[in-house]
Nanobody, 112 residues
């Protein structure tokens, strides 16, 4: 069974950047798609970005297109989310997801 552990969150000023990482355990990491989701206070969890098995054709929520980039390293069993030009509305707990499994989340706070 896969286990996921996110890291890299923190406090950043608007316009700044952060890189989130998600470390996966399990032998079959390269056989499933991965995604990043986020949940802001009082809101439902929403899709942010997804990436397929080989790392090609990522897809993004409209709200982050052109600012965020998802990538994966199957050899290291890692998924990344590079977040640039951050906005206060990006403030949320960010979660990694794969094979229906969720990580514990990492807090991202963007100050104005």
């Amino acid at each position: 069974q896969v286990q996921l552990l996110e890291s890299g969150g923190g406090l950043v000023q608007a316009g700044g950047s952060l890189r989130l990482s998600c470390a996966a355990s399990g032998r079959t990491f390269s056989s499933y798609a991965m995604g990043w989701f986020r949940q802001a206070p009082g809101k439902e969890r929403e899709f942010v970005a997804g990436i397929n098995l080989s790392g090609g054709t990522p897809n993004y929520a409209d709200s982050v297109k052109g600012r965020f980039a998802i990538s994966r390293d199957n050899a290291k069993k890692m998924v990344y989310l590079q977040m640039n030009s951050l906005k206060p509305e990006d403030t949320a707990v960010y979660y990694c997801n794969g094979q229906g499994t969720w990580g514990q989340g990492t807090q991202v706070t963007v100050s104005s």
